[in-house]
């Protein structure tokens, strides 16, 4: 009898060696994104993202999410990770990267895409697949979206073109800075995270952002006038993706595939708008709570911005076409898709 019991005792251990553990993670990810924790894409987008993926693969894929680039680089540097395979996936702005996304930087342009980011974000997403996913080719994409309309953040007020003349004002992106120029600021480029600091510290006057990111960087206390616009159109909007490393897509089992591939697209897209229009109430809120100046620009001050700006496009037209690129029909297909989307 003991030796029959040693024998049982032996196959159990034997058998639970072979037998995989159940719900055990066959495969971890590494998500890299540049942004605190309790900002709100991180939490109202890539948070549930990551639930969702862990649960419809059975607990098989586990996430690791790495935030404020706590896997070290700089924001600029995150497409490159998930490239050449320093992490397996990363949310980044492209943006960061002026010149490398010349197809994707249209929907930059001034007042092109709509006041909400969720319509906005799924064309986007459909224009990405149509016209510029060669910019994509060494990764594979999750999702690319947009965010709110970018805003005035400023310590005087500005209520006419005149006043933002001679301010230093952080730029978002390429296209950003030059709108600034043409407006007759004086443009200077930052990532989102080094905003606050380059306020208190008198390095810029103003900056052009969304507003679902002034919590994070306290901008309502930093600043007390933020510059809006009247219409159904944005100043500008900035552009995002989540993108993951080919070699870690496909050295997954085909069925965990299925659950990235059920998880990107423009249901995704969308999700990540949505977040950044949660996170453009939630900011507008801090702002009004704080008790700040908000100036809306009526629409004859806003038509003249508009003109202002209008420069932007031609020199952007100009710049695309050296390396083969219509950007006038670009610039077409963008605005129709964004109208579709808006009217649904």
């Given amino acids: 009898m003991l030796n029959l019991n040693r024998w049982f005792t032996v196959a159990g251990l034997a058998a639970a ?3 995989p553990t159940a719900h055990a993670a066959e495969i971890t990810l590494r998500f890299h994104q540049f ?11 890539i948070a549930p993202w990551i639930k969702k993926v862990e649960t419809e693969s059975g607990g098989r894929i586990k996430v690791q999410r790495f935030d404020a680039m706590a896997l070290g680089g700089k924001p600029p540097e995150l497409f490159d990770q998930a490239k050449d395979g320093v992490v397996d996936i990363v949310w980044t702005a492209l943006g960061y990267t002026p010149g490398r996304f010349p197809r994707s930087e249209v929907f930059e342009l001034p007042f092109i895409s709509s006041t909400q980011a ?3 974000s799924r064309a986007f997403y459909e224009y990405v697949r149509a016209h510029a996913a060669d910019e994509f080719r060494d990764v594979r994409l999750i999702a690319a979206h947009v965010a709110g309309p970018g805003v005035f953040h400023s310590k005087d007020p500005i209520h006419k ?7 230093k004002v952080r730029g978002a992106s390429r296209i950003v800075n030059m709108m600034l120029e043409q407006l007759g600021a004086t443009p200077v480029g930052m990532p989102a995270p080094a905003v606050g600091e380059a306020m208190s510290k008198g390095v810029i006057s103003a900056a052009t952002i969304q507003w679902e990111v002034v919590p994070a960087l306290k901008l309502q206390q930093l600043v007390r006038n ?8 944005g100043l500008y909007t900035g552009t995002f993706a989540v993108v993951m ?10 069925d965990l595939r299925k659950v990235i591939d059920d998880n990107s697209g423009v249901q995704v897209s969308a999700l990540f708008g949505r977040a950044m229009d949660a996170g453009d109430k939630t900011g507008f809120d801090a702002v009004q709570k704080a008790g700040n ?9 806003t038509a003249r911005w508009q003109r202002a700006t209008s420069r ?4 952007w037209y100009q710049e695309v076409s050296t390396k083969g690129i219509d950007g006038p029909a670009l610039a077409a297909s963008a605005e129709a898709l964004v109208v579709r989307y808006a009217g649904k």
Wanted: aromatic letters at 4%.
């Fill in 118 to 120: 969720e319509p906005s």
């Fill in 226 to 233: 933020h510059t809006q616009f009247e219409g159904d159109k």
């Fill in 245 to 254: 490393n080919k070699a870690s897509y496909e050295r997954m089992p085909v």
């Fill in 17 to 19: 060696l072979i037998m």
């Fill in 161 to 167: 073109l005149e006043d933002v003349r001679g301010m």
């Fill in 293 to 301: 100046s908000v100036i809306t620009l009526d629409a004859v001050e």
């Fill in 312 to 315: 932007v496009r031609g020199l």
């Fill in 35 to 45: 942004l605190p924790p309790q900002a709100n894409v991180p939490a109202l987008a």
